[in-house]
């Protein structure tokens, strides 16, 4: 064992360039941290910078410890599950369904009415989240409709309002949506629940009691290879909902993605013997989707602050890996994720050397490098090979 402890962190859509297949995903030209450059050409984040980013992404080379290399997804998708999932080892060969362009179909509709006390469904497109609230809020609380929306991933999604509908209600709502969208024409990644506070247009606020349900990894993963031999497996942020607890052993829900930092803070100060992993998800699901690259460098600059604490904890036999799940550049077109690399930034006190590794061609080195470093094998029918003999 190399490493006692691993700390994972996604940072969620951030993207370094259009990947070799981007135009199979009409995503050519896409470049989330490249573009945030051209739009806020000051950012500061020296410690993502010390690691490598800038030797892998745009900007003058300014290395000075870790590894750091690109990785091109080998799964047919650009959503979160399918990173995550691939990540950990599963090759994703189907994409996720999207009701992007069309709405979900009347016939999913009208039954999920009736599993939901009869209630009539307003909405049914693509939309933001904070936006349809606006649209759409006040009449269903004043009629005690539903909102049902979806978005460019694959994705059902519920508001419920806390005081008039009530957290429990929105969650038996969902429940009854995971269950009809298990069916083969209807199948989804996720359901997630929207609740909401306040009465009028400008006043409603999404809370931090979203719950995804996901459906359940295809395959065992490098998660549930790590729980089955006694390693800790530490969720924060979103992880524990997009492998449906699968693999976990101890998860953290975050209000955001400095929160979640936070709690990775906390969680460094603990003993474990395993892994800590992390999802940052304020970059795609504010600033990403939303197309606002001046909040997205915000978001970046106040996650590398955060990120040079959790790198002064470090103690020498931890290794901390930064990397995405996909991009979503806050300048292209429409508001969908983009297919581009991603980069994997690796560091450990412990490490006498430094440098740039070549690209690999799936992100499911990262589980396979974690699973190495404790003597354990990936299971049957996933992809990835290790990285941990490059790391010196």
């Avoid at 990785?71 to 990173?83: I, P, V, Y």
């Avoid at 009539?120 to 009449?139: C, F, P, R, V, W």
């Amino acid at each position: 064992m190399k490493y006692k402890r691993i700390f994972t962190i996604v940072v969620d859509s951030f993207g370094i360039g259009h990947a070799p297949d981007a135009a199979q995903f009409d995503d050519e030209g896409a470049d989330t941290f490249g573009h945030i450059l051209e739009k806020k050409p000051n950012l500061h984040i020296p410690n993502m910078l010390s690691l490598g980013l800038g030797n892998i992404g745009v900007q003058k080379p300014t290395q000075t410890h870790g590894y750091a290399l690109r990785l091109q997804e080998a799964s047919a998708g650009k959503d979160t599950m399918t990173g995550h999932w691939e990540m950990m080892g599963l090759h994703i060969t189907t994409p996720f369904q999207t009701f992007t362009e069309t709405g979900f179909p009347q016939e999913l509709l009208d039954e999920l009415s009736k599993r939901c006390d009869g209630r009539k469904i307003i909405g049914n497109k693509a939309a933001s989240g904070t936006e349809i609230l606006d649209e759409l809020a006040e009449q269903e609380i004043q009629n005690g409709d539903l909102i049902v929306y979806t978005s460019a991933d694959s994705v059902l999604q519920i508001c419920g309002n806390e005081e008039t509908m009530g957290v429990d209600t929105l969650y038996r709502y969902c429940e009854a949506a995971r269950e009809l969208t298990m069916r083969p024409e209807w199948k989804v990644g996720r359901v997630i629940a929207r609740p909401y506070t306040g009465k009028k247009k400008g006043e409603f606020v999404r809370t931090s009691n979203r719950h995804d349900y996901a459906l359940k990894p295809y395959g065992t993963t490098a998660l549930n290879v790590l729980k089955e031999h006694g390693y800790d497996v530490i969720s924060v942020g979103k992880i524990r909902d997009i492998f449906d607890g699968e693999g976990i052993t101890q998860a953290h829900k975050s209000k955001s993605s400095v929160h979640g930092m936070e709690q990775t803070l906390e969680i460094a100060d603990q003993d474990f013997t395993g892994l800590c992993f992390v999802n940052l998800v304020d970059f795609d699901a504010l600033w990403g989707h939303r197309r606002n690259p001046i909040g997205y460098g915000e978001e970046l600059e106040r996650f590398d602050a955060l990120l040079g604490q959790l790198l002064q904890k470090m103690r020498p036999d931890d290794l901390v890996m930064v990397t995405a799940d996909h991009g979503n550049d806050p300048t292209y077109k429409g508001t969908d994720h983009t297919r581009e690399m991603v980069p994997l930034m690796m560091v450990s006190p412990s490490m006498k050397e430094q440098g740039i590794l070549e690209d690999e061609k799936t992100f499911a080195v990262i589980g396979a490098t974690i699973l190495d470093n404790f003597g354990l094998e990936m299971p049957e029918n996933t992809i990835g090979h290790s990285l941990l003999d490059q790391l010196k």
